[in-house]
């Protein structure tokens, strides 16, 4: 075997291999956006909830006093 097939199969190799980590990582990065999206996205649903619960809250007084 050659130096140069030798080389040819080491870049056949080590190419793919450095695009699956390169792609590897970068899903992961994704996956961490998403994941502070979903939370961000979650205490605002929690807030909205609590204030929903606050003006039923005033309403139901409202409606208790007439």
Do not use: C, W
Request: hydrophobic residues 45%; negative net charge.
């Amino acid at each position: 075997m050659t130096f140069d097939q030798i080389i040819t199969i080491i870049g056949s190799i080590v190419g793919p291999a450095l695009g699956a980590v390169a792609a590897y990582y970068a899903i992961r990065q994704d996956l961490a956006v998403l994941r502070v999206r979903v939370d961000n996205h979650g205490d605002r649903l929690d807030e909205l909830h609590r204030r929903a619960d606050q003006a039923h809250a005033r309403i139901d007084d409202v409606l208790s006093k007439g």
